[in-house]
């Protein structure tokens, strides 16, 4: 299943391209250090999820990076400074990517990690951050952070502990070990792992499926699952998307036309459901 992907936007750390039929795939582009991340590479993420969000044709979106050897190696080490990562020298640092962690989650539709190799330190975060998760054969997890001097303490902690359990998450973090696609499978890390040849192909299987699906009710049982984990936040992304829905009823209109018309709204006439 060849996809002729169209690339949209132009973007130097990041790719996006277009499949034509409802997919964006969002590549990361920096083989050269297994795709770390450096604060440009997280703004240009967040840039093409955003474009991919506001494109009504878009239904499902794939986080990849370029090349056979790594999905992600998390931070670029060579741009962190005493303050976080840095844009620049001589500025402030940042952790960029907590924003990034919190655009996935909030984002309406399925977000799909494509994995190949590598996927460590802040790249195995940005896998779990995503909905689903597609690993080639070669793909390898693990933590860094105690072995480099960081750690995530947000999702990075909690969602994984969810995903595979406390006891195995504390061990990905204390021992700083790499587990290989098929222990990643085992432990719930990913939902499927196919031979490196067919990694795409089966991703966008996957996507195709997704987009045969209701938009909204896709959209609803993402806010929905993340409810709970994200606390207020996850709840206020499930109220707001029933506000959506509410909109378009009569009974919210009228409180609307009411106003604008100046007159005293009439709800009498909606029903009080039990
Ligand atoms: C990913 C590897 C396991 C791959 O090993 P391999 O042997 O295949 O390749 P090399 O090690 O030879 O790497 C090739 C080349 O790439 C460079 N490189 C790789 N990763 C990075 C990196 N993260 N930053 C900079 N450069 C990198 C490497 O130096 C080589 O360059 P040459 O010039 O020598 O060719 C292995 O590379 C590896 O273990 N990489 C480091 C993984 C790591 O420790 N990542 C950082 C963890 S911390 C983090 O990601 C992080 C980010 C955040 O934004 C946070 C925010 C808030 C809280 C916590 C955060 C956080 O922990």
């Keep these: 299943m060849s996809v ?3 690339q949209v936007g132009d973007y130097t750390d990041i790719r996006l391209d277009y499949s034509g039929d409802g997919i964006a795939k969002v590549t990361i582009c920096r083989p050269e ?10 703004v240009e993420i967040s840039d093409a999820l955003d474009v991919a969000r506001e494109d009504t044709s ?8 370029q090349g056979d050897h790594a ?15 840095l844009s620049e020298p001589g500025k402030p640092g940042r952790f960029h990517v907590t924003d990034l962690h919190v655009q996935i989650r909030r984002l309406p539709k399925p977000v799909v990690a ?20 597609i690993a080639a054969d070669n793909a390898r997890f693990g933590q860094t952070g105690p072995r480099v001097g960081s750690f995530d303490g947000g999702f990075g902690a909690g969602l994984l502990s969810n995903l595979v359990g406390a006891r195995k998450a504390k061990e990905i973090w204390f021992l700083c070990r790499q587990y290989d696609a098929r222990q990643a499978l085992e432990m ?10 067919e990694l795409e192909a089966e991703t966008v299987a996957w996507c195709r499926e997704m987009l ?10 993402k806010a929905s699952f993340h409810a709970a984990e994200d606390g207020l936040a996850g709840i206020q992304q499930l109220a707001h998307d029933a506000n959506l829905l509410f909109y ?6 009228e409180g609307r036309e009411a106003y604008k018309d100046k007159r005293r709204p009439d709800f009498g006439r909606f029903p009080r459901r039990p």
């Design 4 to 6: 002729d992907w169209k």
């Design 33 to 42: 250090v297994r795709n770390a991340f450096r604060p440009q590479t997280l």
């Design 58 to 65: 878009i239904g499902v979106i794939v986080l990849t990076g």
């Design 71 to 85: 999905f992600c190696s998390g931070g670029d080490q060579r741009v962190r400074g005493d303050t976080g990562y």
């Design 114 to 133: 494509m994995i190949a190799g590598y996927a460590v330190g802040g790249g195995q975060v940005l896998q779990l951050v995503c909905d689903l998760a």
């Design 188 to 197: 719930g890390l990913v939902n499927a792992v196919v031979p490196l040849a």
């Design 212 to 221: 045969e699906l209701s938009p909204f009710a896709l959209r609803m049982l």
């Design 248 to 253: 378009a009823s009569e009974e919210a209109k």
